[in-house]
């Protein structure tokens, strides 16, 4: 009996001893909690979790909320108050504080000049105007050189007269001011303005907003009415008649050189062999001949257009090349969409400024529509990291199946070695004609090769040089 209620008292010290362990474990715990943690507490005073470190928490907290607030009244003071404006809230004070200390009445008469125009300048800020102002854009595609207008509509909704203001419009990197006359009851004041269509690309419009300003430019308020709308303003393009294309002999699916046993062009009849379609058997030859005949076909197929534009700056000399490029590819495939035919634009990728290798890949344009494929190349432009004329071609033939006849667009700086070098990039049987945009040269057509060579002036020497190389 007295073993067992010896070993019964060393568990219950075991035990207690044990509890007091995990406890003070737990203790040890719960007082380190924040090792490890990595926030804006631990980054201000680590692992302290006295009062102290409380009340500083505290005061940061308050700051920053206090910051949040001043940050924001200063954006709106800073919105509003010119460099002018704030060059006088400077003058006025320091006017007063030397004027009365040394007894200059000329400049303590300047500081209340200067207090009296404060506070006609805030005088101008108070209130609002009521203005419904709409903004339109009648046309949002445009082509270079054409005319483009916005039109904005402020109307007075009010039963009283509304002040006339400065509208403005900004539009791209331009900007259209208008006067609008002061207002009555219920009416309208309409008003055009030109936007300028000399480069190609997509033009912000708007958004519409009013400004007041006081007459000597201390403070200006801005208000906005509307959104912003998009001109696309498209290459300038010409119209190629279908038969210009003349290099494509298989656009409806006409017969090729090539064999198929299935098919719907016949060709001839041959010998049956293991493995043919029975129902392509010829019984009145076979009758005739004693022997198994079977029809013997021309393959078919629908031809796949592609359009490679190079954006490599050193494929072209002057931003005059590169702009008739663009055109050339643009009215080469718009052409091909109205006559419903297969086709594909793409235009060089860039390599990224610190990448490490070149960036093998072009980018597909749009080809669903005439404008949207326009809209893309409305925006395309020429860079020293776009791949080359060579490797467009490369990219091009390995991504698009089926091609029949490529078109390869470039400027002058193309060496013919080059273009060469990008005819052989395609499978055999295709078609290469390589488009060289260059005012300076007459407008001519070389063969190299299997490599047809377009060189034009002008954009509308296109026309003919492509019926000039389908003719030949």
């Known amino acids: 009996m007295s073993n067992r209620?010896?070993?019964?008292?060393?568990?219950?010290?075991?035990?207690?001893?044990?509890?007091?362990?995990?406890s003070a474990h737990f203790d040890s715990a719960t007082a380190t909690s924040t090792a490890g943690l990595t926030?804006?507490?631990?980054?201000?005073?680590?692992e302290r979790t006295g009062v102290l470190a409380d009340v500083i928490i505290t005061v940061v907290r308050a700051s920053r909320v206090l910051g949040g607030v001043l940050a924001r009244w200063l954006r709106r003071v800073s919105a509003v108050v010119t460099p002018l404006g704030w060059t006088m809230l400077v003058i006025v004070p320091l006017a007063f504080v030397f004027?009365?200390?040394?007894?200059?009445?000329?400049?303590?008469?300047?500081?209340?000049?200067?207090?009296?125009?404060?506070?006609?300048?805030?005088?101008?800020?108070?209130?609002?105007?009521?203005?419904?102002?709409?903004?339109?854009?009648?046309?949002?595609r445009v082509v270079v050189g054409e005319r483009a207008v916005g039109v904005v509509k402020v109307t007075n909704p009010t039963r009283r007269r509304l002040l006339g203001v400065k509208v403005e419009v900004p539009f791209g990197k331009g900007l259209a001011e208008l006067a609008m006359p002061s207002l009555a009851r219920g009416a309208t004041f309409e008003?055009?303005?030109?936007?300028?269509?000399?480069?190609?690309?997509?033009?912000?419009?708007?958004?519409?907003?009013?400004?007041?300003?006081?007459?000597?430019?201390?403070?200006?308020?801005?208000?906005?009415?509307t959104g912003t709308s998009e001109l696309f303003v498209h290459p300038r393009t010409i119209g190629i008649p279908s038969t210009s294309t003349g290099f494509i002999r298989d656009l409806e699916g006409n017969p090729t050189r090539d064999l198929s046993n299935s098919d719907v062009s016949f060709h001839a009849l041959r010998e049956y062999v293991p493995g043919d379609e029975r129902r392509y058997i010829h019984w009145k030859s076979t009758a005739k001949t004693g022997t198994y005949m079977v029809r013997q076909f021309e393959e078919t197929r629908r031809s796949h257009l592609v359009i490679a534009l190079s954006l490599a700056t050193a494929n072209y000399a002057t931003e005059e090349e590169f702009e008739m490029a663009v055109s050339v590819a643009g009215s080469l495939g718009a052409r091909a969409i109205r006559d419903?035919?297969?086709?594909?634009?793409?235009?060089?990728?860039?390599?990224?400024?610190?990448?490490?290798?070149?960036?093998?890949?072009?980018?597909?344009?749009?080809?669903?529509?005439?404008?949207?494929?326009?809209?893309?190349?409305?925006?395309?432009?020429?860079?020293?990291?776009?791949?080359?004329?060579?490797?467009?071609a490369r990219v091009t033939a390995d991504e698009v199946i089926g091609i029949s006849v490529a078109f390869l667009v470039c400027g002058s700086l193309a060496t013919p070695a080059e273009l060469r070098a990008a005819s052989t990039k395609f499978p055999a049987g295709v078609e290469v004609v390589a488009v060289v945009c260059d005012p300076d040269v007459i407008p001519g057509l070389?063969?190299?090769?299997?490599?047809?060579?377009?060189?034009?002036?002008?954009?509308?020497?296109?026309?003919?040089?492509?019926?000039?190389?389908?003719?030949?």
């Open 5 to 22: 209620g010896d070993s019964i008292r060393g568990a219950v010290r075991s035990n207690r001893s044990a509890t007091s362990t995990s």
């Open 39 to 46: 926030n804006a507490r631990t980054r201000i005073v680590g």
């Open 446 to 472: 070389r063969r190299v090769a299997g490599l047809s060579v377009l060189t034009i002036g002008y954009l509308e020497d296109l026309q003919k040089s492509l019926a000039r190389a389908a003719a030949a």
């Open 99 to 140: 004027g009365y200390r040394f007894g200059w009445v000329e400049l303590v008469a300047v500081a209340y000049a200067g207090c009296v125009l404060v506070i006609v300048a805030a005088i101008y800020l108070v209130g609002r105007n009521a203005f419904t102002i709409d903004l339109s854009v009648p046309h949002s």
């Open 191 to 225: 008003h055009e303005f030109l936007v300028p269509t000399t480069r190609r690309g997509v033009l912000s419009i708007g958004p519409v907003r009013t400004v007041r300003a006081d007459p000597v430019g201390l403070v200006r308020r801005e208000l906005v009415w």
């Open 340 to 392: 419903a035919r297969n086709v594909s634009v793409v235009v060089s990728e860039k390599t990224p400024e610190f990448a490490k290798r070149k960036v093998l890949a072009v980018r597909h344009l749009n080809t669903l529509t005439r404008s949207r494929l326009l809209d893309d190349l409305a925006v395309v432009e020429h860079a020293d990291a776009a791949l080359g004329i060579v490797d467009v």
